[in-house]
């Protein structure tokens, strides 16, 4: 069981699609995170919400646009992607402070076709 | 650079046995630490942290951690193996690039044989 939701689990789209994945925490948390994993990969941090402003976006591609209309809520929206985006997406909180510990969903997996 | 590296794709062990992941970073300041494990088809879930304090760290399901500063490391052990703790395991550290930010190593891949 954990305290942050993902949904969609699974989302299969084509190129042209727009979609979206959702997340939602429930720890009280002020600080939300998108990471991706693809396979043999690092795990890579994509955005970084703080307080609802966004305070970090590691070169992420524009075809991906995060939305964080409050610190519960954390949207991940998908324009034109391509097939190497397919990944498992990480939604992630924590409380702002250093040292505190990052408590992630169970991952959206993203199939582009 | 800071970094964190798990020098092991994987590692195999027998069931009952002891097991040691290994991990090593580099850091400037004080290392906050962190063990992470992922079963298959979920995400990533928090096994125990080192932020100061006794060196030996004591987890979820068993694991514990032990720090060493002069070796740079911070390897995750059990005493004794279970098939179910067969998973990808996951080192990470805190890092301060103005904000803070948690960055992970590539992960190893654990495999307890019956």
């Known amino acids: 069981e954990t305290g942050v939701t993902q949904t969609p689990r699974h989302l299969v789209m084509g190129m042209t699609n727009k979609k979206s994945l959702k997340c939602e925490q429930h720890l009280g948390h002020n600080a939300m995170y998108w990471y991706k994993q693809s396979a043999k990969k690092p795990l890579e941090l994509m955005f970084v919400?703080?307080?609802?402003?966004?305070?970090e976006n590691n070169s992420v591609p524009s075809r991906f646009s995060p939305e964080c209309p409050n610190s519960s809520h954390l949207f991940l929206h998908l324009h034109t992607l391509q097939p190497e985006d397919s990944a498992l997406y990480l939604c992630?909180?924590?409380?702002?402070?250093?040292?505190?510990?990052?408590?992630f969903g169970e991952g959206s997996w993203l199939t582009v076709v | 650079a800071q970094s964190v590296a798990q020098p092991e794709d994987q590692v195999n062990v027998a069931e009952g046995n002891p097991l040691t992941v290994k991990c090593t970073y580099s850091?400037?300041?004080?290392?906050?630490l962190f063990w992470y494990v992922q079963y298959p088809n979920r995400g990533l879930q928090f096994l125990l942290k080192y932020i100061t304090g006794d060196n030996l760290v004591k987890g979820s399901y068993g694991f514990e951690a032990e720090f060493n500063k002069s070796q740079t490391s911070f390897h995750l052990k059990k005493p004794s193996a279970l098939v179910s703790d067969s998973a990808l395991y996951f080192c990470a550290v805190r890092i301060n690039t103005g904000g803070f930010k948690t960055i992970f190593g590539a992960g190893t891949r654990l495999f307890v044989k019956a």
């Open positions: 992630a909180s924590s409380q702002i402070r250093t040292g505190n510990t990052i408590y």
């Open positions: 850091v400037s300041g004080n290392p906050y």
């Open positions: 919400y703080s307080l609802e402003e966004r305070v």
